[in-house]
């Protein structure tokens, strides 16, 4: 699982289905996970956001480990499993659970 965040990038698409899929995740992660009332985790999970997109490791995942809730944190396994796996089909499962399951974050 450590080493999963540290290979992404965009030029290995196949993290991913498709741009759609990956839109699908980051909007996941803005909407149910990275909520303004904990700042230090929000931080975090918005760089997981930005780390999705960019050519460059953002985010450890031990950083995540250390600033992200056991729920959250077990969610996001659940994602990283899907994506090591390339199991596209768990991966838009995965967008599905977190939009049933997880309230919508506070906003500023």
């Known amino acids: 699982m450590t080493e999963l965040l540290s290979e992404w990038t965009p030029s290995r698409p196949e993290w991913f289905q498709n741009e759609s899929q990956l839109n699908s995740v980051r909007e996941a992660l803005h909407s149910r996970f990275a909520d303004v009332g904990s700042q230090e985790e929000c931080r975090y999970l918005m ?17 995540l480990q250390q600033f992200v809730s056991p729920p959250k944190m077990s969610m996001l396994n659940l994602l990283f499993d899907s994506m090591a796996r390339r199991d596209y089909e768990s ?12 309230p919508e974050t506070r906003d500023r």
């Open 91 to 102: 991966i838009d499962k995965w967008v599905r659970q977190v939009t049933r399951e997880m």
């Open 47 to 63: 760089r997981l956001w930005w780390h999705l997109d960019m050519g460059y490791q953002e985010v450890s995942y031990e950083e």
